[in-house]
């Protein structure tokens, strides 16, 4: 085994010790969400797997035999944690019930695979290890599989944890915690990508000199980032209540009607619609409707009546092409209620006047 540089101990260490101490902080905190308890058990078992690790890769886990073989089962409720958590993010009204008892099948397995080692001498436990984590696992053994279970077990977590955040994005975009989440489980999801594809390519000879100190490093930095967001943006971990994403299945339904009433019933085009008389026709909280706009299309209301009102007058110009019709009346029966916001809307969308729109249509319909 080669032996890790200084450095590298002294910063797994100090990411080891950051991880508990962030876990014990948001534990302590009187009010605590969902979301922040099952971050704080997280960091707690990386923090134990990167102590155990690092006793291990320098030799001190002689001092304390029996801390050896600790992490193995516990790394088995990290996967159902970070799903937990996704699940809690993406729908405040996640709760834990018993079924999900179901996720702690793998822990207990493991748990109790582990016993026989767990009740050796100290020594023999160590030489036991050192001797398991020095053969050269071969595609035809059991224990090759055996190992690899664990990666398409917390890939499988991964997977759904990701899905769950990335649909949740696609309908409500600016969640600070939603998004920090969905890049702290894509990066995490990287390293172990580079962790499977090393463990499945090592039977055919690959070896990464210090590739273990270098895994423990990235989860190190990993901790380091949360730490940053934690202590420079502390309200990360402690959303404001929102109107959006209490119910994810009800926002789509809710969206699905915003688009219903702009593009079936034409609501745009009623020149003094505004957002309170738009969510009362929807029989909606007006902020909520506000939000849920600028969540999912990205703009305000005002901004989003207006583009519809634009793509109507675009339509319109297109259809009275070869008619006599006045822009003033293109404008008006778009919903806008004068001629000043009709051209500077108009311009703004699409960097030309009606005026000079509607002459290109016909210029380019006179080519044909």
């Known amino acids: 085994m080669t032996e890790s540089p200084l450095i590298f101990n002294i910063l797994i260490a100090f990411g080891a010790f950051q991880a508990l101490f962030l876990a014990t902080v948001f534990l302590l905190q009187p009010k605590k969400t969902l979301p922040k308890k099952f971050f704080a058990f997280f960091l707690i078992i990386e923090g134990i797997t990167l102590i155990e690790r690092l006793l291990f890769e320098t030799n001190l886990i002689e001092e304390v035999p029996h801390l050896l073989g600790i992490s193995y089962p516990i790394n088995f409720i990290k996967p159902p944690i970070l799903l937990f958590m996704a699940l809690a993010i993406t729908n405040p009204k996640f709760r834990l019930r018993k079924v999900h008892g179901l996720h702690l099948i793998f822990f207990l397995l493991i748990l109790l695979m582990n016993i026989p080692l767990y009740m050796m001498p100290g020594p023999d436990k160590i030489a036991f290890t050192r001797e398991n984590m020095a053969a050269l696992l071969d595609y035809g053994s059991f224990s090759f599989y055996f190992s690899l279970s664990f990666f398409v077990n917390i890939g499988a977590y991964l997977f759904f944890a990701l899905l769950a955040l ?110 309170e008389s738009f969510a009362r026709s929807l029989d909606l909280q007006k902020k909520y409707v506000s939000d849920l706009i600028n ?65 290109d249509i016909r210029a380019n319909h006179s080519a044909k």
């Open 166 to 275: 990335m649909r949740y994005k696609e309908h409500v975009k600016n969640n600070q915690l939603a998004n920090w989440y969905l890049r702290i489980l894509t990066l995490y999801t990287i390293a172990l990508g580079l962790g499977l594809i090393y463990f499945v390519l090592r039977p055919a000879g690959l070896e990464i000199p210090l590739f273990n100190s270098i895994s423990m490093l990235s989860m190190t930095f990993l901790i380091q980032s949360i730490a940053y967001k934690f202590f420079l943006k502390s309200d990360i971990l402690n959303p404001k209540a929102s109107t959006v994403g209490a119910n994810i299945h009800q926002v789509i339904q809710d969206e699905q009607r915003i688009r219903e009433k702009l593009e079936v019933e034409k609501a745009h085009l009623n020149d003094s619609l505004d957002l």
């Open 295 to 359: 969540q999912k299309f990205g703009k305000s209301f005002k901004a989003l009546i207006n583009e519809y009102r634009v793509e109507e007058a675009k339509a319109m110009m297109l259809k009275e092409k070869d008619s006599g019709i006045q822009l003033i009346d293109i404008g008006l029966e778009s919903g806008f209620n004068n001629k000043m916001s009709f051209y500077r809307v108009f311009k703004q969308a699409t960097g030309k006047s009606p005026s000079e729109y509607l002459a």
